[in-house]
T-cell receptor
Framework: GENVEQHPSTLSVQEGDSAVIKCTYSDSASNYFPWYKQELGKRPQLIIDIRSNVGEKKDQRIAVTLNKTAKHFSLHITETQPEDSAVYFCAADNYGGSQGNLIFGKGTKLSVKP | DSGVTQTPKHLITATGQRVTLRCSPRSGDLSVYWYQQSLDQGLQFLIQYYNGEERAKGNILERFSAQQFPDLHSELNLSSLELGDSALYFC????????????FGPGTRLTVL
């Protein structure tokens, strides 16, 4: 099955700076890579996802890049704001999606200082 | 609001007891997933049901079981509870059974004393 590694575990930036979170995965058959944002005590919320037929996807201040050859994908947040402070999880589909479930990284706690 | 509902919101019980957590998926979604999130831990996949059938199994203990009913709601049963079972339990749903966007419910916080 899939294994997902996520770095860094904590990230502190100044408001207005950019933040980058990186994930690597082990199964070359994986083709769906979502990112979730989780505020303290709340549900994980999907913020962006990418599929393997696309190398980059952008939604306003958030972008995700995927390198299938290297088996890694990254989340980029530009012009960070205090409300971006949360834990971010990357994930990959297991067994190339044949089983449907996601394998999550251990999360990155992002702190944006005003 | 994701459209996925979970009850109860909080549950406090004693070791050795049995509890049932309930999840209703978004309208139209056929898949239900259960995840466990312990303190400062990531999301551990427990089990997936698709249209009433078990589809995938993760690190689910033998003391835990689940099912999905004909109306597509799902229940997660936790028995012989231990202190270490204290966690947030999330349910998620998706339209299909593979590589679809998963929408999470608000979770049930279980505390075992």
């Amino acid at each position: 099955g899939e294994n997902v590694e996520q770095h860094p575990s904590t990230l502190s930036v100044q408001e207005g700076d950019s933040a980058v979170i990186k994930c690597t995965y082990s199964d070359s058959a994986s083709n769906y890579f979502p990112w979730y944002k989780q505020e303290l005590g709340k549900r994980p919320q999907l913020i962006i996802d990418i599929r393997s037929n696309v190398g980059e996807k952008k939604d306003q201040r958030i972008a995700v890049t995927l390198n299938k050859t290297a088996k890694h994908f990254s989340l980029h947040i530009t012009e960070t704001q205090p409300e971006d402070s949360a834990v971010y999880f990357c994930a990959a589909d297991n067994y190339g999606g044949s089983q449907g479930n996601l394998i999550f990284g251990k999360g990155t706690k992002l702190s944006v200082k005003p | 609001d994701s459209g996925v509902t979970q009850t109860p919101k909080h549950l406090i019980t004693a070791t050795g007891q049995r509890v049932t957590l309930r999840c209703s998926p978004r309208s139209g979604d056929l898949s239900v997933y259960w995840y466990q999130q312990s303190l400062d831990q990531g999301l551990q996949f427990l089990i997936q049901y698709y249209n009433g059938e078990e589809r995938a199994k993760g690190n689910i203990l033998e003391r835990f079981s689940a099912q999905q009913f004909p109306d597509l709601h799902s229940e997660l049963n936790l028995s012989s509870l231990e202190l270490g079972d204290s966690a947030l339990y999330f349910c998620a749903s998706s339209v299909g059974g593979a590589a679809d966007t998963q929408y999470f419910g608000p979770g049930t916080r279980l505390t075992v004393l």
